[in-house]
């Protein structure tokens, strides 16, 4: 396969005279049935409580910021990546958002600012797994700096300052080495140990600046606290709330770049098999590097969504989230071993996490019921989609 090959071949196009297979009828509908079908199920058996439009509602606000999150892990895990640090980035950006809106700083600076932290955490990430150690110390030298200075009591602006300059010099330092010796890209690391190391580190951030705890944010009728509200009598124009809105806004802008854009081709290549997108001239590291920035990126953006929820910054907030967004994209009918996946079949496997959920808690269930159930599900939707694989070797 040749450069000009991968540039105009459409992820997920059946070849040219391909025989029709039931099966992948069923991997794009099987899904929306599962959603169908458990949603029928709690709406029969607590049809006073489950089918009320403030629940529903709430659905939609619980979703919506799950969902952003796996906007972002559908292009990880088609690129063959996993990122188990997207809860703790979560967290850490509505910690972010409360710092930056206690500090006097417009709402969209903090609401960029919510974003940032994940770009960042993205980069940090994507640098561990491409193997470039270089940058992510020069980042851990920047941090650092402006933490010490924090706690000393300078001022902000000499924080940013200090940090931005140090960064800046590490990253000069780093790339201008690398033009010379090339030993960091052998300390390459897989995603499952670099995530789990960078979650462990993101949460202590959150854990740190959030003070253990959560964060009130001054003031009132932001409009940063309205994305995710339920609507009034005067607001049933909006149809759902603006959260849910951006959440599919940002999910048409993801379906686009997969489907019709070279990064979303090279995206595609590089997990199905990324020795031969490497021998098709494809830059892998490059891509790998944004892959991740904008994956985690995207759980920034859900921190927004999460701030706007919760009305406060919460170190303690997303705990295990990141399962819930990664086992939405399974359900959804991505593959863990790369090269497959799509945005609709993601956000519909967060509408099946969130609908059970819902409908467990109208049925009375202890929690521990909803964890098996929605355990069972993941397993049967890897199940599945290890005999597809299966099936078609």
Same mark, same amino acid.
């Given at each position: 396969?040749?450069?000009?090959?991968?540039?105009?071949?459409?992820?997920?196009?059946?070849?040219?005279?391909?025989?029709?297979?039931?099966?992948?009828?069923?991997?794009?509908?099987?899904?929306?049935?599962?959603?169908?079908?458990?949603?029928?199920?709690?709406?029969?058996?607590?049809?006073?409580?489950?089918?009320?439009?403030?629940?529903?509602?709430?659905?939609?606000?619980?979703?919506?910021?799950?969902?952003?999150?796996?906007?972002?892990?559908?292009?990880?895990?088609?690129?063959?990546?996993?990122?188990?640090?997207?809860?703790?980035? *979560?967290? @850490?950006?509505?910690?972010?958002? =409360? $710092? +930056?809106? %206690?500090? &006097?700083?417009?709402?969209?600076?903090?609401? #960029?600012?919510?974003?940032?932290?994940?770009?960042?955490?993205?980069?940090?990430?994507?640098?561990?797994?491409?193997?470039?150690?270089?940058?992510?110390?020069? *980042?851990? @030298?920047?941090?650092?700096?402006? =933490? $010490? +200075?924090? %706690?000393? &009591?300078?001022?902000?602006?000499?924080?940013? #300052?200090?940090?931005?300059?140090?960064?800046?010099?590490?990253?000069?330092?780093?790339?201008?080495?690398?033009?010379?010796?090339?030993?960091?890209?052998?300390?390459?690391?897989?995603?499952?140990?670099?995530?789990?190391?960078?979650?462990?580190?993101?949460?202590?951030?959150?854990?740190?600046?959030?003070?253990?705890?959560?964060?009130?944010?001054?003031?009132?009728?932001?409009?940063?606290?309205?994305?995710?509200?339920?609507?009034?009598?005067?607001?049933?124009?909006?149809?759902?709330?603006?959260?849910?809105?951006?959440?599919?806004?940002?999910?048409?802008?993801?379906?686009?770049?997969?489907?019709?854009?070279?990064?979303?081709?090279?995206?595609?290549?590089?997990?199905?098999?990324?020795?031969?997108?490497?021998?098709?001239?494809?830059?892998?590291?490059?891509?790998?590097?944004?892959?991740?920035?904008?994956?985690?990126?995207?759980?920034?953006?859900?921190?927004?969504?999460?701030?706007?929820?919760?009305?406060?910054?919460?170190?303690?907030?997303?705990?295990?989230?990141?399962?819930?967004?990664?086992?939405?994209?399974?359900?959804?009918?991505?593959?863990?071993?790369?090269?497959?996946?799509?945005?609709?079949?993601?956000?519909?496997?967060?509408?099946?996490?969130?609908?059970?959920?819902?409908?467990?808690?109208?049925?009375?269930?202890?929690?521990?019921?909803?964890?098996?159930?929605?355990?069972?599900?993941?397993?049967?939707?890897?199940?599945?989609?290890?005999?597809?694989?299966?099936?078609?070797?």
């Amino acid at each position: 396969m040749t450069q000009q090959t991968l540039d105009y071949v459409t992820p997920g196009a059946a070849p040219m005279g391909a025989k029709f297979e039931w099966t992948d009828l069923w991997k794009k509908l099987g899904p929306f049935i599962g959603l169908v079908f458990v949603f029928a199920l709690f709406a029969a058996l607590k049809p006073k409580t489950f089918l009320t439009p403030v629940n529903v509602q709430i659905m939609l606000l619980q979703t919506a910021v799950v969902g952003t999150g796996a906007l972002g892990m559908t292009i990880i895990i088609i690129s063959a990546g996993i990122d188990l640090s997207v809860g703790s980035v *979560v967290s @850490l950006s509505t910690v972010a958002i =409360a $710092l +930056l809106l %206690n500090l &006097g700083c417009p709402q969209i600076v903090a609401a #960029l600012g919510g974003m940032a932290v994940g770009v960042a955490s993205g980069f940090v990430t994507g640098n561990l797994i491409i193997g470039q150690v270089g940058r992510v110390i020069s *980042v851990a @030298l920047a941090i650092g700096i402006g =933490a $010490l +200075l924090g %706690n000393n &009591g300078a001022a902000l602006w000499l924080m940013w #300052l200090a940090a931005g300059g140090v960064l800046i010099v590490g990253l000069v330092i780093n790339e201008l080495f690398l033009k010379h010796r090339e030993f960091n890209k052998h300390l390459d690391l897989v995603p499952f140990i670099a995530t789990l190391g960078m979650m462990l580190v993101v949460r202590g951030i959150a854990h740190w600046q959030g003070d253990n705890g959560t964060i009130v944010v001054r003031g009132q009728g932001m409009w940063i606290k309205k994305l995710l509200i339920i609507l009034n009598k005067d607001q049933t124009w909006m149809i759902v709330p603006p959260g849910v809105w951006l959440m599919m806004l940002l999910a048409g802008a993801v379906a686009f770049v997969l489907r019709y854009t070279r990064f979303g081709r090279h995206v595609f290549a590089i997990g199905s098999n990324e020795k031969t997108a490497r021998l098709c001239g494809i830059n892998v590291e490059r891509t790998k590097l944004l892959v991740y920035m904008i994956g985690v990126g995207f759980a920034g953006l859900a921190g927004v969504l999460q701030f706007s929820y919760l009305a406060m910054g919460d170190s303690t907030a997303a705990q295990g989230m990141e399962l819930n967004i990664i086992a939405a994209v399974v359900i959804g009918g991505a593959s863990l071993n790369g090269g497959e996946g799509s945005v609709v079949g993601s956000l519909v496997g967060a509408l099946i996490m969130t609908v059970v959920a819902n409908g467990c808690t109208k049925m009375g269930l202890q929690t521990y019921v909803q964890e098996i159930i929605t355990g069972c599900i993941i397993i049967v939707a890897v199940l599945l989609d290890r005999l597809r694989h299966r099936k078609g070797t």
